[in-house]
């Protein structure tokens, strides 16, 4: 297919908007810029039937101005990292497969997910995670990994692969080489995991390297500096052609689709600079550059890369191959058919199949450590729900509003009989709050504390201390970890994700009940 220089760039280029319809930014962008791609985010996200109108309402635009297809990418993990949930079935965070004991129920959930996505009009899943998350201290990958040693990543993290890839829909191996091992958030600053060549080989590369043997579709760069394969230390992988070009196409011998992460995250805005870290990335080795938010920003990669082109720094001959990766991609996982999908989606979704596997994955992932003491339910509970009030990357606000309390733990302790009393906090509650939990749980006979990364946030820890350990359930709603931090608690039990799927399941446990 003869493209122009000008569409061959667009196909490069995958971007997102704002609202549940397309807008004049996005319109702009395919019918004057001709993005080839496009990433949802929650914003994007109001129920399975409004994404599926507004993935087919973005194609239709896209075929004014093209035969080829747009690719439609989300990230799609399950559990913390999930962007939609209304409607579909709940797969559970990929740190609690391991925890369910099955690798052909992972895959075989994935495939179920990945499949419901298809039905949407998505055809990119910007996963599997295959960082190993051997740092406990990792405030980005966490219960996003399969598991925190390199086997337990390659058995899950590839059955997931092949769910996802057996659905349809074109999986994509992140976050290359790896982000497992690093304490900084590459959304907040660049990371830097400065082991030698033979442990990246032995470790953080190992997922990756049997991902490209088993034919994955697309590889995500990370912001995260790897001075054993890239000379400068300061300098990110998304950014290295040590890394994209001599690791990634020369070493493993990958011929997918490179993604960026998004260049909008601090690690590049802040340091290149957005649009000077995709013409970066570009000449580096990736095929497509990401570009999530806003508007001036992607104009600004979309005309540099042209005027990279136009001036020799970026070759014809590179972009028709990264432009001929993207347009293979789209042949290979049949993109085109995206007129044939159902206009109601909703009949594909949700089948008994998928949420009778999705429960009894979720049960059996449940994990308890030491004693656990059912709660009684003739006596009240105070519940306190740290949650995330500021939305990140990898942080979703709490989903509906408090009165109807659709996403906390209280609701399903209710249903079972139990009076609830909730105090809300944030992750780093100041004193006045500390002091006021103190004076309530004073009076409580039992607390359910329901943690976020306490091992990362000194204030909740500080809480955590100050609580009478023989009447406290102490429940971590993301990172394990959180269990160690009271180990003379009454009960201490995770699912690895505070989603309402796996808090139903821990009320059930609190509650004594059992299988």
């Not at 609690?96 to 990119?124: F, K, M, P, T």
Request: charged share 20%.
């Amino acid at each position: 297919m003869k493209l122009s220089s000008a569409a061959q760039i667009g196909q490069c280029v995958m971007v997102g908007f704002d609202g549940l319809v397309p807008d004049a930014h996005i319109k702009r962008l395919i019918r004057e810029y001709r993005v080839g791609g496009v990433i949802l985010f929650r914003r994007n996200v109001a129920d399975p039937r409004q994404v599926a109108a507004l993935c087919r309402a973005l194609q239709e635009i896209n075929a004014e101005v093209s035969d080829v297809p747009l690719l439609i990418g989300i990230d799609q993990e399950g559990g913390m990292v999930a962007r939609i949930e209304e409607g579909l079935t709940p797969l559970p965070s990929a740190l609690a497969y391991q925890a369910a004991g099955s690798v052909a129920d992972c895959e075989a959930l994935w495939r179920h997910g990945a499949a419901e996505l298809a039905a949407l009009g998505i055809n990119v899943d910007f996963a599997p995670v295959l960082d190993v998350n051997n740092n406990p201290a990792n405030p980005v990958i966490g219960v996003r990994a399969f598991g925190e040693d390199t086997a337990t990543v390659c058995d899950y993290g590839l059955a997931a692969l092949r769910g996802i890839q057996a659905a349809g829909m074109a999986g994509t191996a992140k976050h290359f080489p790896g982000h497992g091992d690093t304490d900084t958030d590459s959304h907040l600053g660049v990371p830097r995991v400065g082991h030698g060549r033979a442990r990246l080989d032995a470790v953080e590369l190992a997922p990756f390297r049997a991902a490209i043997a088993a034919g994955v579709d697309g590889v995500m760069s990370s912001h995260v500096a790897f001075p054993a394969v890239e000379p400068d230390p300061d300098t990110p992988s998304t950014l290295s052609r040590a890394v994209l070009t001599g690791l990634l196409r020369d070493e493993l011998g990958f011929d997918g689709v490179v993604f960026t992460d998004c260049l909008e995250m601090d690690a590049i805005a802040r340091g290149v600079g957005t649009e000077q870290g995709a013409l970066a990335a570009f000449q580096a080795g990736a095929d497509v550059v990401l570009v999530s938010h806003r508007a001036d920003r992607q104009i600004g990669a979309l005309e540099l890369l042209a005027q990279a082109l136009a001036q020799g720094t970026v070759s014809a001959a590179q972009l028709a191959q990264s432009c001929a990766r993207v347009l293979a991609l789209k042949a290979r996982r049949g993109m085109a058919g995206w007129r044939q999908l159902p206009a109601d989606p909703t009949p594909v979704l949700r089948t008994p199949d998928a949420l009778a596997l999705s429960g009894r994955v979720h049960r059996r992932a449940l994990t308890r450590q030491g004693p656990a003491r059912a709660l009684d339910p003739a006596l009240p509970v105070l519940l306190l729900a740290f949650e995330v009030q500021t939305r990140t990357e990898i942080d979703e606000v709490a989903l509906g509003n408090r009165a109807q309390l659709r996403d906390s733990l209280a609701l399903p302790l209710q249903a079972r009989g139990f009076t609830v009393e909730e105090m809300v906090l944030g992750l780093q509650p100041d004193e006045t709050q500390r002091d006021a939990v103190q004076a309530r749980a004073a009076q409580a006979p039992q607390i359910v504390v329901l943690s976020y990364n306490a091992v990362l946030h000194p204030a909740q820890r500080d809480v955590l201390a100050a609580l009478p350990p023989e009447r406290v359930w102490l429940v971590a709603g993301r990172l394990p970890y959180d269990l160690a931090l009271l180990p003379q608690a009454a009960a201490r039990l995770t699912l690895y994700a505070n989603r309402p799927a796996a808090l139903s399941v821990l009320a059930a446990a609190l509650a004594g009940e059992h299988d």
